[in-house]
């Protein structure tokens, strides 16, 4: 996890689905538990989710929201926005860029920094990958 000021980020990549929700939601939850400030989930390695892994961000998003926090997902891909849209979570997210996020959007955050690529800090989870930022 690689913390910077008053947020941590981790980097999600993979598959986000009902093989890797249970160590995905596992890892997501130590990390909302373990910091404080914002959770910045960035999603640009991940190929695909399905509606269990949108669960798995959503039980992410309401734990962080317990514990005084926000999740903000950056660097969302167009397939997976294209169903935050659909399911109209995008109005509930924090999002950075992307789409017209509701009111508690990130959408005017300063861009993103390069993709943590060090799997020797990777927690594996099935088919997805959360690695922590260098």
């Known amino acids: 996890m690689h ?3 008053d947020h941590a980020e981790l980097v999600v990549g993979g598959r986000l689905d009902v093989r890797s929700a249970a160590d995905a ?3 997501l939850h130590s990390a909302v538990d373990s910091g404080r400030g914002d959770l910045v989930l960035d999603l640009a390695a991940l ?5 269990t892994g949108l669960g ?3 039980g992410a998003h309401r734990r962080a929201g317990r514990c005084g926090r926000r999740l903000v997902l950056r660097d969302v891909p167009p397939q997976m926005q294209r169903l935050l849209v659909a399911t109209r979570l995008h ?18 955050a300063p861009a993103p920094e390069a993709p943590a690529t060090a799997p020797a800090d990777a927690v ?4 997805v990958q959360i690695l922590t930022k260098p």
């Not at 190929?47 to 509606?51: E, H, N, P, T």
């Not at 109005?91 to 005017?108: D, F, N, Q, V, Y």
């Not at 594996?124 to 088919?127: K, N, T």
Request: proline share 3%.
């Open 47 to 51: 190929d695909s989710w399905d509606a």
């Open 3 to 5: 913390i910077t000021g």
């Open 56 to 58: 798995v961000i959503m």
């Open 91 to 108: 109005r509930i997210l924090a999002i950075e860029g992307g789409t017209g996020a509701g009111p508690g959007s990130a959408a005017t």
């Open 25 to 27: 939601r596992t890892a």
């Open 124 to 127: 594996r989870a099935g088919q």
